[in-house]
């Protein structure tokens, strides 16, 4: 494991050498291929991931059998299907490598593990959650407040080199848009 998550976690806690040296003992580090799923519907999900290099997305297909992309992770960012990873249930989402990735993975026994070795990271992962699910509110408020267009050039501004990384259907479809829409707005401003 490289030190990516480490200084991450150095980020929002105090987090010694020795404790990353532990922290090597309880990831498991997975190359993933572009287009690769690590998760399908309707298996459970067994792992917390957190992206080194690379990305990825969260995506349920709806029943005219669209998919619909409900979230990403670049370097630096976790990814995990929280209701099937915290209960046992099928999941509902898919996971799938946006582009070729390097990722960490933990399982659940292991995270325990992890918070019993290194209480530290109970800490770290409380300002990790209450920073996404915050990021979560705006995004809904943002969806119920915002224009289309103005919804694109919110997120294009918070996230100007994300938007070359992903392709445009799967922009379009986290923004609650579709492709055509995307492209007649990316025409008006050039």
Avoid at 65 to 92: L, V
Avoid at 111 to 126: G, H, K, M
Avoid at 168 to 190: C, D, F, H, N, W
């Amino acid at each position: 494991m490289s030190d990516i998550l480490a200084a991450h976690i150095r980020r929002f806690v105090g987090f010694t050498t020795e404790e990353a040296a532990m922290l090597n003992n309880y990831a498991s580090t997975l190359v993933v291929k572009k287009k690769s799923l690590l998760l399908q519907e309707g298996q459970v999900c067994r792992h917390n991931y957190f992206v080194e290099k690379g990305c990825l997305r969260m995506f349920f297909t709806d029943e005219k059998g669209a998919e619909q992309t409900n979230q990403f992770a670049i370097e630096n960012w976790w990814m995990t299907d929280y209701g099937s990873y915290t209960n046992g249930s099928p999941s509902q989402f898919y996971i799938q490598a946006v582009e070729h990735s390097s990722i960490l993975a933990f399982s659940k026994s292991t995270e325990r593990e992890l918070f019993t070795a290194l209480p530290v990271l109970d800490q770290y992962f409380r300002r990790i959650l209450e920073k996404s699910f915050g990021a979560t509110q705006w995004r809904i408020r943002y969806i119920f407040s915002q224009s289309k267009e103005e919804r694109y050039w919110h997120f294009c501004s918070l996230y100007p080199d994300f938007i070359q990384r992903i392709p445009q259907y799967m922009l379009a479809s986290y923004l609650g848009l579709t492709p055509e829409y995307v492209s007649e707005i990316r025409k008006k401003k050039s």
